[in-house]
């Protein structure tokens, strides 16, 4: 009986992995997010193996700056993922979020499995349907390939660096949005 409670358990766990420009942005929004278990920052889409935050920088390596995000899919859907990623940041500026330029911080969802592409293909055709961008959405949609966790200095990087200038003047506003829009999404600690 205990092992059938515990793939019971397990099946409810689902991983999505994102890229909306900052990886530090999109971290700190997920980590409020409830349902969510853990949120790595890293990398994913390019050639090179084993990249380092440096490299990533230069934009030669085609790897975009992502997320990947761990959650308890009996508590939040992906669905739900892709509503808070479609609000939390400009998919329509390609390659591009901000003052964020290089293919390193374009929208981007990396699909695990053909469940999560063809939820993805109707959340990207609800999104353009409702009008919730006044430009064309250019998130790329792409199998994940291999995943590689950035530097230990960029894990919670909001929460550790909050007073720094970037998550003063870029990753609080989203964070704050995120709350203001989705505050019934909000894990309790993070409720004013």
């Known amino acids: 009986m205990e092992n059938q409670s515990t793939l019971a358990s397990t099946d409810s766990i689902g991983v999505a992995t994102l890229g909306g420009g900052c990886f530090w942005c999109l971290e700190a929004v997920y980590q409020r997010m409830e349902g969510v278990q853990k949120v790595v920052s890293g990398y994913t889409g390019g050639k090179t193996t084993n990249p380092t935050y440096k490299e990533i920088c230069t934009g030669t390596t085609g790897h975009a700056e992502v997320i990947q995000i761990t959650y308890n899919a009996s508590k939040v859907s992906y669905a ?41 293909q109707k959340s990207i055709q609800a999104v353009v349907e409702a009008e919730l961008w006044a430009g064309k959405i250019t998130t790329e949609l792409t199998p994940l390939d291999v995943f590689y966790g ?42 004013d």
């Open 150 to 191: 950035a530097e230990a200095y960029h894990q919670d990087y909001y929460n550790q660096n909050g007073e720094q200038g970037y998550c003063v003047a870029v990753v609080a506003p989203k964070v704050e949005k995120f709350k203001k829009i989705f505050k019934e999404k909000l894990k309790k600690e993070y409720k």
């Open 80 to 120: 739900e993922i892709l509503e808070v990623f479609w609000r939390i940041h400009d998919p329509t500026t390609l390659n591009r979020q901000g003052g964020d330029v290089g293919t390193q911080y374009r929208s981007a969802i990396f699909y695990h499995n053909e469940a999560q592409k063809e939820i993805a």
